[in-house]
């Protein structure tokens, strides 16, 4: 679907399961879509569990990263990820990224946290774009 349908950029692209991506082109009759494995994508996401906040992107690996988390933050395996309220383009509470690893901060830095996209868009074949 493109502008016709009444698409444009910075749309929320989900599904059933969660987060695919932002709507990043438009054209007549057909869009783009940035991935959330992009490293190019970026959402504001709260921890599910214990509402600890952060920035959660994309990497060349395919996989996401989650940073800028306070230190000390209680984040851990197996965390669902969640779109936060501050977010701009994404209503509040749909499921991201599921945390598979997290390493100590160094200093004052918060954890490192590596998490997988809850939408393998590979299997992707029905999407629903929110204005």
Request: charged share 20%; aromatic share 4%.
């Amino acid at each position: 679907r493109g502008e016709k349908d009444g698409i444009s950029p910075g749309m929320a692209v989900v599904n059933a399961a969660g987060v695919i991506g932002r709507v990043a082109e438009v054209g007549p009759h057909a869009s783009k879509v940035i991935l959330i494995s992009d490293p190019g994508f970026r959402v504001a996401v709260v921890v599910q569990r214990s509402r600890e906040s952060g920035l959660l992107s994309g990497s060349l690996s395919g996989s996401c990263r989650l940073d800028y988390l306070n230190a000390g933050a209680d984040v851990k395996e197996g965390d669902v990820l969640v779109t936060a309220a501050i977010s701009t383009a994404f209503p509040p509470g749909l499921r991201v990224a599921t945390v598979r690893q997290v390493w100590s901060g160094i200093g004052k830095e918060g954890p490192r946290v590596a998490a997988d996209p809850v939408v393998d868009v590979a299997t992707v074949e029905e999407v629903l774009v929110i204005k």
